[in-house]
C-alpha cells in the first residue's frame, strides 16, 4: 500500500525540500535556483499522491510516468525522488561532479528518471509518444508532463500540443510551472504568452488555473482532470520563481546560480522560520 500524506505533512515537506534543494546548489556550486523552488508544490502534490508510482513500482508496465521538460529544475526532482526512496540521499550532494548520476540537468540512469532532458520543448513530445504508447499497448496510466512558461515559446510544444488533442491523449496531463520569468527577463517582454489559458483551449486542451504553491487547489485539480474524457488537459500552476526565501523571489538574476555559503545560511534561516509558522 502507499502511504497517503495529509496537506500539513505535505507543507511540512516543501520546507525540508527546499532545504535540500539550496544546499545541493551549494555545495554545487552552480546549478538553477529560482525554477527548482518554483516547482516543489506542484512535484509534492503529484510525487505523494497524484500519481501512482514508487520505487518498488519504477519500470512496472502501467505506471504513471512524469517528463520534466524543464530539465533545468532537476534539483527539485532529486530531492523528491531521494525522499522517496528512489537512490540514497547521501547521492543529493554529489549534484553536477564529475561521474554523479545527478547531473545539472537529468541523465537516464538515474533511478525514477524517465528521460534525460534539458534542452527545451522537447518534454510534451516525450510525454504524447509515452501516452500514445500506453494506448497501444492497452496500459491504463496516466503521463504528466512538467514545462517552463518560457519553455512554452519553443514552437515544438505547440506541435506537441496539436498531436495530443488529434489523438484524444485523456491520459496525458501538462503542468506549466507558470512563474512569469524565464533565463533573461519577464516572459512577456521577452515572448509574450497572450491569452494564456485560451491558447490551451484553443488548440483542443482542457485547461485549468491554479495557484502554483497551493497544494489543495493543486490536489483538486489533480484529481478532477483524471475524470476528463477525449482531451489531454493542462494544469497551469501560477508559481514564484524563487519562491520561499526572500531575496531569491521574483528576481531574474537567480536564475541560474546557486546559493553562496552565507546566502545559504540566510536562506535557512527563513525555512526554519517558516517550518515553526507550520508549527
Ligand atoms: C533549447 C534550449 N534553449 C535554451 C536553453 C537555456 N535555458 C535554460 S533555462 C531557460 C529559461 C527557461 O524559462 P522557463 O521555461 O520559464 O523556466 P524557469 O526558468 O522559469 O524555470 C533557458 C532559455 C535550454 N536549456 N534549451
Ligand atoms: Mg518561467
Known amino acids: ?3 497517503t500524506y495529509g496537506i500539513d505533512e505535505l ?12 544546499t545541493m546548489l551549494e555545495k554545487a556550486g552552480s546549478g538553477h535556483t529560482g525554477g527548482s523552488l518554483s516547482i516543489v508544490e506542484i512535484l509534492l502534490s503529484l510525487y505523494y499522491g497524484g500519481m501512482n508510482i514508487s520505487p518498488e513500482e519504477f519500470g512496472r508496465k502501467g505506471r504513471d510516468k512524469f517528463v520534466l521538460s524543464k530539465g533545468h529544475g532537476c534539483p527539485a526532482l532529486y ?3 531521494a525522499d522517496l526512496g528512489f537512490f540514497p540521499r547521501e547521492e543529493l550532494w554529489t549534484l553536477r561532479k564529475l561521474g554523479s548520476r545527478l547531473q545539472g540537468h537529468p541523465q537516464l540512469g538515474l533511478p525514477g528518471l524517465e528521460i534525460s532532458s534539458g534542452s527545451l520543448g522537447q518534454g510534451l513530445s516525450v510525454a504524447v509518444g509515452f501516452a500514445l504508447a500506453d494506448r497501444m499497448d492497452g496500459v491504463d496510466a496516466r503521463v ?3 514545462m517552463g512558461d518560457g519553455e512554452t515559446n519553443e514552437g515544438q510544444i505547440w506541435e506537441a500540443a496539436m498531436t495530443a488533442a488529434h489523438y484524444k491523449l485523456d491520459k496525458l496531463c501538462g503542468i506549466v510551472d507558470y512563474n512569469r520569468l524565464q533565463i533573461d527577463g519577464f516572459c512577456c517582454e521577452v515572448m509574450d504568452l497572450g491569452e494564456y489559458k485560451n491558447k490551451w483551449e484553443d488548440f483542443g486542451w482542457h485547461a485549468v488555473e491554479v495557484d502554483g504553491h497551493d497544494l489543495e487547489q493543486l490536489k483538486g485539480a489533480f484529481d478532477e482532470l483524471r475524470t476528463v474524457k477525449g482531451r489531454p488537459q493542462v494544469v497551469i500552476a501560477h508559481t514564484v520563481k524563487g519562491k520561499g526565501v526572500s531575496f531569491i523571489e521574483n528576481r531574474v ?3 541560474g546560480v546557486a546559493p553562496k555559503k552565507e546566502e545559504l545560511e540566510k536562506a535557512l534561516a527563513e525555512l526554519d522560520e517558516q517550518e515553526k509558522q507550520l508549527g
Open 253 to 255: 538574476e537567480w536564475h
Open 1 to 3: 500500500m502507499r502511504k
Open 144 to 146: 504528466y508532463c512538467l
Open 11 to 22: 507543507k511540512r515537506k516543501a520546507v525540508s525540500i527546499r532545504r535540500d534543494i539550496l
Open 79 to 81: 530531492a523528491v525522488l
